[in-house]
């Protein structure tokens, strides 16, 4: 009996024994099968942010814009503009390749926006110079009080027999495109840059003061700072244009483009209505060389007949700065000399205030308060101009104009007219009018004219 007992034992002993071996080689291969399962997640999720990163890096212009307001973005390699070496000659065959650009994400002025059409086609252009980035070496202090700023580029042609999609004003390669909003990106930076290390004690609170020379185009979410000299009688007419005030912007005199002009200045609205706009307009400067910029604002001011200025201006520089001055001279103001505009100028305690068509351009328009989305200049004006109302989505045969319609017989200021009149300066008084102008050559990236100061 006792052995049949044991046998029984040993049976259902190893019967377990057997049991719990099954049952760990079956924890074994669920164990290696969650093991697989969690293997393959790991490997689908990787691939998934692979994917990401690839979409990541597709062409900037094809991303959506996510915010109001039109910034011009793009990698700042250095703030410094100069003309490309390469874009001089004119018989370069189509096959020419632009240097390198960043990529440059343009977002919307006008919620949402469409890209004009001449973006996603390689359009060719004829010759003309270009700015172009150098490179992201560091600058020096030295360098940055010499920044140096791009020539008048050769414009483009334009044939009023074009084909309609053709017709755009200042049609752009791709390249070109990116390489110019690459350049506005820059400007913008430097002037940053410029507010931080100069102007950091400001006082951040915008006032009414503050914007009373930004002109308001609403329809086309617009804010224009005017800087006289510096084209802003035909950007005033454009702007009426726009708004749709007048239907060509060569029919406006300037007596209605600047005295009788309907636009609104942003100090005529209240603080909300201002801070709104300031938030999500585009913000738009053009500046001019300060030096040509104050020559040009003497010939038209001083050398021409011009009642309203010899009368406020005139009479008193004359009386403060011309020894034995003439009856007729003072009773009249007219026949004031450059070098009597320029003690007027100079003088802290000068007898009539500073006006708008010479004071510095910073000071006009406080770009260390406000953040202009579009800095232009003068010396670029038709091709800039032309990029920024493509942007602005304005109709397509608008232009900005380039005409005068006072003084015609006056050849315009160049570089050339500013020595002839700043010869007539001594050199100390020559360096002191650049000191005057200081912060808008550093803010707006021109270089220390030595032809005109030497």
Known sequence: MWPSINGLLHS????????KKWKMTLDFQCGRRRRLHWFFLFLLLFAAGGLLLFLQHLDPSEKVPQRPGMKLRGTVLQSRETVSPQDKDQGKSNGHQEHQVAEV???????PMQFPQFWKREQLVTGGSQEQDLGSQ????KHRKLLKTSPPIQRINKSPSSSSSSSLSGLFSL??????SSILEQRRQLTKEMCAKYKSNVSKTITQHHVKNIFVEDKHKLLYCQVPKAGCSNWKRTLMVLAGIASDPQTINHDTAHIGNPLKTLNNFDRQGIMRRLGSYTK??????PLERIVSAYRDKFENPNEYYHTLFGKPIISKYRPNASRSALESGNGVTFQEFVQYLLDVHRPVGIDIHWEAANQLCNPCLIDYDFIGKF???EEESDLLLRLARAP??????????????????????TQKYFAQ???????RVYDFYYMDYLMFNYSKPFQVLN
């Open 396 to 417: 397509r045969n608008l232009t900005l104009p380039n005409f005068k319609d006072r003084n015609l017989a006056d050849e315009r200021t160049s570089l050339k007219i």
């Open 105 to 111: 994400v343009v977002p919307s002025p006008i919620s």
């Open 425 to 431: 300066l001594g050199p100390l008084e020559r360096q």
């Open 138 to 141: 560091r600058i020096s202090k």
């Open 175 to 180: 390249q070109r495109w990116r390489k110019l």
């Open 379 to 381: 010396e670029n004006m």
């Open 12 to 19: 259902s002993y190893m019967e377990i024994m057997l049991g």
């Open 284 to 289: 738009v400067l053009f500046v001019r060389e």
